[in-house]
């Protein structure tokens, strides 16, 4: 069982940047697999990111690809998305996820098990 808090949102500028933290209970995490997806008002809970157990791979969606930037460290059981040259169009809440299969790189919102309360991130224009 791994659960995940986000923190790091906030209101931000366009052109700003943020970086949000996902911080992981359990000794498992670096086991896991983990993601940030996003969800704006009325919109369906789309992918951002993605990164396998050892940190070495890593996947983004085409919208974010450039700007944003996974990591994680594994010795303090958190994750990072750090976001760059953001958008009005990038404010939603951030939801980072995690699962047990390490070498995923899932897209799609059930291909995590595990998931976080979400963390509000607006983009004034």
């Known amino acids: 069982q791994v659960q995940l808090v986000e923190s790091g949102g906030g209101l931000v500028q366009a052109g700003g940047s943020l970086r949000l933290s996902c911080a992981a209970s359990g000794r498992t995490f670096s086991s896991h697999a983990m993601a940030w997806f996003r969800q704006a008002p009325g919109k369906e809970r789309d992918f951002v990111a993605t990164?396998?157990?050892?940190?070495?791979?890593?996947y983004y969606a085409d919208s974010v690809k450039g700007r944003f930037t996974i990591s994680r460290d594994n010795a303090e059981n958190t994750g990072y998305l750090q976001m760059n040259s953001l958008k009005p169009e990038d404010t939603a809440v951030y939801y980072c996820?995690?699962?047990?299969?390490?070498?995923?790189?899932?897209?799609?919102?059930?291909?995590?098990?595990?998931w976080g309360q979400g963390t509000q991130v607006t983009v004034s224009s």
């Open positions: 996820a995690a699962t047990p299969w390490g070498l995923r790189l899932g897209i799609r919102p059930y291909d995590y098990e595990y």
């Open positions: 990164i396998s157990c050892s940190g070495g791979s890593t």
